[in-house]
C-alpha cells in the first residue's frame, strides 16, 4: 500500500476517534442542560456542576485537539470550512468561551454578572453549542457552499484560495433538515450521556439525591428515546443521500447513489462497528432505565452507553471519508469538494506526527487513572 | 478609523485583540505555576518530616492560595486560546492552506502532549486535596506547571517558523510550503531563543505579580508570614528569570539583525544604516519623517554611539542598514557561509517574487497540459526566486514598512521595563532577606510597598510591549518574505468581522472585570478564608 495513502487513512480514522471521544465528553455538555428543569433544588444543581467542573477541560482539550489535529492532518479541511462556515464556527466559538470560565467564576463573590448569567451561559453551551457542532459535523456528508483554487495565490488582489458563496457563511447549514437532524441526535445524545453521568455521581449520596435520582430516570426515558429515534431517523437519510466518489487515479468526483450505505457494505468493518455500537448504546439506556441497580448493565450504563457512542460516532466519519468518498462535498462546484487525497498534509508531516500520535495511548492512559483516582471519594456537604 | 478598515485590517485587529487579552493570562499560569510547585515541594517535604506541623500547614496554605488565584487565570486563558487557534482557519485561511503543512505538526503534538497534560492535572492540583495522596498532589503540580510551559513551547516553535521559516520547501503542485526537516523547524536559533526569551518573561511576570499581592498584605498589616515568605520565593524566581530573559533578550536581538533588519531598523527609529551604528536609548520620533523626505527621524535622541552594530553584528565597525538602505539595497550582506553579496532593493526583491508567482502559474499550466519541458522551466524559475514570494503582492516600497513608531515605543518600553525589574527583584531580595522591609521607618516602608504593587501593571505592560515589538514589527508579513498579510486573510467581508470583533472585544472585556473583580475578592479574603 502506498505509505501516503496509508498515513491519510490513518489520520482520519484518528481525528475521527477523536471526534468520536468528545461526543462522549460532551457529557459535560448534556449534564449543563440538566440545571435548569431537572435540578429542582440548589443542593442539586451545585452538585451537578461540581461534578461537571471536574470535568469540563478534558472536553475542551478534547475539542482543541481535535481543531489543532484536523489543522494538521488536513489543513485545506480547516481553511475551507473554518473560513467559509465563518458565522457558524464563530457561535460554536463564542459558546464554549462562555462555558469555559463559567464553572470557575460563578461561585465566587464579585463575579459582576451574577451567578444565574454564568448558569445560563452553562446551559447555551450544553443546548445551543452541542446542537450547532452537530450542525457542522453534519457537512461532511451534506457540504457546503464553496470553491477551491489553489492557483488562486498567484491572482494578486483576489488570491484567496477557499471561498465561500453563501452570504449567510455558514447558517445556512442550518435551515438543511438533515444538518438539523444530527445537530438535535448531538443534543439528545450528550443530554442522555450527562443523565447517566449525574445518575452515577449521585449514587454515592443517594440519601441526599433520591429525588433527584428518580428524576434523571424520568427524564432519560424521553432523552434516550429521542436521541435512539432521531439517530435510526439520521441513519435511514444518511444511507438514502446521495454521496460524491473520487476516482483514485484521475480524482475526478462524481454523484454516487446511496453512497453511504455502499461504504458501509464494502467495507463491512465500520458496519460491525455501527452494529456494536448501537447494542451498546441500547444495553446501557435500557439497563440504565429498566434494570435493578445491582445489575452491571444498570451500574456501568453510563460507560457502556459511551462507548456505544464512541464507536457508532467513529464508525460513522470513516465512512463519510473512506472509501474513495468526497468528505466536505462542495454544493457548488463537486470537482472543489474535499477528499483525503486533495485535501491532507504532506507525507512527510504526516509521518511526523504518526510518531507523535504513538504517545496517544500514554495519554488515554493517564487520564483513565486521574480519572479514577478522582471519582473514588465522596464530594461534602 | 476602524470604520474605514478593510478586511485585511479588521482580520489583523481581531487577531491581534484575541492575542492580547490571550497574553494577559498566560504568562501568570506559566510562571505561577512554578511558583506553586516550588512551594508545594516545600510542603510535601515539611509535612514528610514533621507531620502536620504549623510549618506543613502553612504552606499548605499557601499553596492552595496561590492555585485559586491561578485556577481563575486558567479558565479564562483556555477561552481565549481557543478563539486564537480557531481563528487561522477563519480569518486567515489561505495561511492556514500555505503553511499548514508546517504550523500544524507543532500544534497537533501541543495537543497531545501539552494540552492533556495541564489540563488533566490541573483538576487534580485545583479539587484534588482531599482525593489523592500527598505525592500524587505533588507532581499533579508538577506535570500542570510542566504541561502549561510545553503548551507554549510548541506555539512558539510555530511562531518563530513564522519569522524565520526553516525546514521546508515550496511544492508547486500543492501550492504550499511542506516540511522537509521537523528537527530544522524545532531547533532553529530562532525558535530556541523566542522560547527562553518569551517564557522567561511569564516567570518574571508571574514573579511580580506574587511579590505585588504580597506587598498589599504587608500593606495591611496583615497575613505577613504568608506574604514575606511568598515574596522571598518570588524574588528568587523572578531575578533568575529576569537575567535569562535579558541575556535570550539579547540573543533575539542579534536573529532579528540577521533574518528581519526591517524588523530591527523599526526597532531602532534607523532610516539611514551606518557603520558603528548607534543604539538610541531615549528618543523622540519625527512624526514628519517618511521614506520620502530628508528629515531628522527624532527630535530628541540619546543614543549610545557603535552600540547597535555591536548589538546586532557583535561587532563596533559593522554596517547596520536602515529602512532606506533596506528598500534601495546595495549594501553588503553576509550569508551563514561567510558569502558576500549585495543586498537586492525593494524592486529587485518585487520582480524575483513576480518571478516566482509567474512561475507556479506557468507551472500549474503546465500541468494541465502535460507539457514537460515547460514544468521544468516554470519549476526552477519558481524555486530560484522563491526566496521573495510575499513581495509580489505588494506594490508600494511603504508597503514592506512595519508601523515605525508602535515598533520603536513597544521596543524602548520592553527594555526600559525589562532592566527596571532586575534592580526591582534584587532590592525585593535584599528587603526580604532577614526581614530587613521591617525596620525601615514606616513612610518608607509604605511606598515601597506601593512600588511592588504598582509594578504589577508594569509587568503587564512590559509583556505586551515585547508581542508589540515581535509582531508589529514583522509587518506586513505573516511568514517573512513569503506571505504579507494581504495574501494569508480569509475572503469574509469587513461587516462580518466588525460583528465578530466587537462581540469578542465586548465579551472579553466583561469577562476580564469579573475576573479581576473576582481575584481582588479572593486576594481580600486571603490565605486564610478561601471561598
Known amino acids: 500500500m502506498d505509505t501516503l495513502y496509508f498515513l491519510q487513512h490513518y489520520w482520519w480514522a484518528l481525528i475521527s476517534l477523536l471526534g468520536a471521544l468528545l461526543v462522549f465528553m460532551m457529557f459535560v455538555q448534556g449534564g449543563e442542560t440538566l440545571i435548569f428543569g431537572v435540578a429542582k433544588t440548589d443542593v442539586e444543581r451545585e452538585r451537578i456542576i461540581a461534578s461537571l467542573g471536574h470535568k469540563w477541560e478534558i472536553t475542551f482539550t478534547t475539542l482543541v485537539t481535535f481543531g489543532g489535529a484536523a489543522f494538521a492532518s488536513f489543513p485545506l479541511f480547516y481553511s475551507t470550512s473554518f473560513g467559509g462556515a465563518y458565522w457558524l464556527w464563530m457561535s460554536i466559538l463564542f459558546l464554549f468561551v462562555i462555558q469555559a470560565v463559567s464553572f470557575e467564576f460563578r461561585n465566587k463573590a464579585g463575579n459582576l454578572l451574577g451567578k444565574r448569567s454564568y448558569d445560563i451561559f452553562l446551559f447555551l453551551n ?28 498567484t491572482n494578486g488582489a483576489s488570491n484567496v484560495i477557499s471561498t465561500w458563496t453563501n452570504p449567510l457563511m455558514g447558517l445556512e447549514a442550518i435551515s438543511v433538515p438533515f444538518n438539523l437532524l444530527l445537530g438535535l441526535v448531538l443534543l439528545f445524545a450528550a443530554r442522555s450521556l450527562g443523565l447517566l453521568f449525574t445518575i452515577n455521581d449521585m449514587r454515592s449520596d443517594s440519601e441526599i439525591f433520591a429525588n433527584a435520582i428518580a428524576r434523571c430516570k424520568k427524564s432519560l426515558l424521553m432523552s434516550g428515546l429521542l436521541f435512539v429515534l432521531l439517530f435510526v431517523l439520521f441513519l435511514v437519510m444518511l444511507f438514502l443521500r446521495t454521496g460524491y466518489s473520487v476516482d483514485p487515479l484521475v480524482g475526478t468526483i462524481s454523484p454516487v447513489k446511496y453512497k453511504y450505505l455502499f461504504n458501509m457494505m464494502e467495507l463491512v468493518w465500520p458496519a460491525i462497528v455501527l452494529l456494536v455500537g448501537v447494542v451498546l448504546v441500547l444495553s446501557g439506556l435500557s439497563g440504565a432505565i429498566f434494570m435493578k441497580e445491582s445489575s452491571p448493565l444498570n451500574k456501568y450504563a453510563f460507560y457502556i452507553t459511551g462507548g456505544g457512542t464512541v464507536l457508532a460516532v467513529w464508525s460513522l466519519l470513516i465512512c463519510a471519508a473512506y472509501n474513495y468518498t468526497a468528505y466536505f462535498p462542495s454544493l457548488v462546484s463537486v470537482q472543489d469538494s474535499l477528499t483525503l487525497f486533495n485535501s491532507s498534509s504532506s507525507k512527510f508531516t504526516l509521518t511526523v506526527m504518526s510518531f507523535a500520535s504513538l504517545a496517544i495511548p500514554f495519554v488515554l492512559a493517564y487520564i483513565v487513572i486521574v480519572w479514577r483516582k478522582m471519582s473514588h471519594s465522596k464530594q461534602s456537604y | 478609523m476602524i470604520l474605514e478598515m478593510t478586511t485585511i485590517g479588521l482580520s489583523r485587529l481581531q487577531f491581534a485583540i484575541t492575542a492580547m487579552y490571550h497574553w494577559i493570562f498566560v504568562p501568570l499560569t506559566l510562571g505561577l505555576a512554578i511558583i506553586i510547585g516550588i512551594m508545594e515541594t516545600k510542603y510535601f517535604f515539611e509535612s514528610k518530616k514533621h507531620g502536620n506541623s504549623a510549618s506543613a500547614e502553612f504552606w499548605k496554605k499557601t499553596t492552595r492560595f496561590w492555585s485559586r488565584i491561578f485556577a481563575i487565570n486558567f479558565a479564562i486563558g483556555v477561552a481565549t486560546g481557543i478563539i486564537l487557534e480557531f481563528q487561522f482557519g477563519t480569518n486567515w485561511s489561505n495561511y492556514s492552506w500555505f503553511v499548514g503543512d508546517i504550523f500544524g505538526a507543532p500544534l497537533a503534538i501541543e495537543g497531545i502532549f501539552a494540552f492533556f497534560m495541564e489540563s488533566t492535572f490541573f483538576a487534580v492540583m485545583y479539587f484534588g486535596w482531599d482525593k489523592v495522596s500527598k505525592k500524587f498532589h505533588l507532581v499533579s503540580t508538577w506535570l500542570t506547571a510542566i504541561g502549561a510551559n510545553l503548551s507554549a513551547v510548541w506555539i512558539l516553535i510555530a511562531n518563530a517558523w513564522m519569522q524565520n521559516p526553516a525546514g521546508m520547501v515550496f511544492n508547486p503542485d500543492t501550492a504550499r510550503n511542506e516540511m522537509v526537516n521537523f528537527w530544522e523547524v524545532v531547533f532553529s536559533p530562532v525558535a530556541m531563543n523566542k522560547l ?9 511576570l508571574g514573579a511580580v505579580v506574587v511579590i505585588g499581592i504580597s506587598a498589599w498584605y504587608l500593606l495591611k498589616r496583615r497575613d505577613v508570614e504568608f506574604a514575606i515568605k511568598s515574596m522571598k520565593i518570588a524574588a528568587v524566581f523572578g531575578l533568575v528569570s529576569a537575567l535569562v530573559l535579558a541575556y535570550s533578550g539579547d540573543g533575539s536581538a542579534y536573529l532579528v539583525a540577521k533574518h528581519q ?3 530591527l ?8 544604516g551606518e557603520k558603528r551604528a548607534p543604539l538610541v536609548g531615549i528618543a523622540l520620533l519625527n512624526p514628519d519623517k517618511e521614506i520620502t523626505n530628508d528629515e531628522d527621524p527624532y527630535l530628541f535622541d540619546i543614543s549610545i554611539p557603535g552600540a547597535l552594530s555591536l548589538l546586532a553584528n557583535r561587532s563596533f565597525d559593522s554596517f547596520v542598514p536602515g529602512i532606506e538602505d533596506i528598500i534601495n539595497g546595495g549594501y553588503e550582506v553576509v550569508d551563514e557561509n561567510g558569502n558576500v553579496s549585495k543586498a537586492l532593493s525593494f524592486e529587485q526583491k518585487r520582480e524575483r517574487g513576480k518571478l516566482a508567482v509567474e ?3 506557468e507551472y500549474q499550466q503546465s500541468l494541465k497540459e502535460g507539457n514537460d519541458s515547460l514544468k521544468a522551466a516554470a519549476y526552477t524559475q519558481l524555486q530560484d526566486n522563491f526566496d521573495y514570494f510575499g513581495y509580489s503582492f505588494l506594490d508600494q516600497p511603504q508597503q514592506s514598512i512595519p508601523p515605525v513608531a508602535l515598533t520603536f515605543y513597544a521596543f524602548r518600553i ?15 531580595l535584599f528587603l526580604t532577606h532577614k526581614e530587613r522591609i521591617f525596620s525601615i521607618k514606616e513612610q518608607y516602608k509604605n511606598f515601597i510597598y506601593w512600588i511592588m504593587i504598582l509594578s504589577i501593571p508594569l509587568v503587564y505592560v512590559c509583556s505586551q510591549s515585547g508581542w508589540i515589538v515581535a509582531e508589529v514589527g514583522r509587518q506586513p508579513w505573516t511568514i517573512q518574505d513569503l506571505l504579507p498579510v494581504q495574501a494569508a486573510v480569509s475572503a469574509v467581508n469587513p461587516g462580518n468581522i466588525y460583528a465578530t470583533l466587537s462581540i469578542f472585544f465586548v465579551l472579553f472585556t466583561v469577562l476580564l ?4 473583580k473576582i481575584m481582588f475578592n479572593q486576594i481580600k479574603r486571603g490565605p486564610d478564608n478561601l471561598s
Open chain 2, 196 to 204: 527562553l526569551h518569551t517564557s522567561t518573561s511569564g516567570f518574571m
Open chain 2, 265 to 272: 531598523a523599526a526597532m531602532e527609529g534607523l532610516y539611514k
Open chain 2, 513 to 516: 472585570v469579573a475576573e479581576l
Open chain 2, 414 to 428: 520592553m527594555v526600559i521595563l525589562g532592566g527596571y525589574f532586575i534592580f526591582f527583584f534584587i532590592a525585593v
Open chain 2, 359 to 361: 512561475g507556479l502559474r
Open chain 1, 126 to 153: 450544553g443546548s445551543l453549542g452541542t446542537f450547532l457542532l452537530g450542525v457542522a459535523v453534519a457537512m461532511l456528508f451534506s457540504g457546503g457552499s464553496y470553491n477551491v483554487d489553489k492557483i488562486n495565490i
Open chain 2, 261 to 263: 533588519p526591517m524588523k
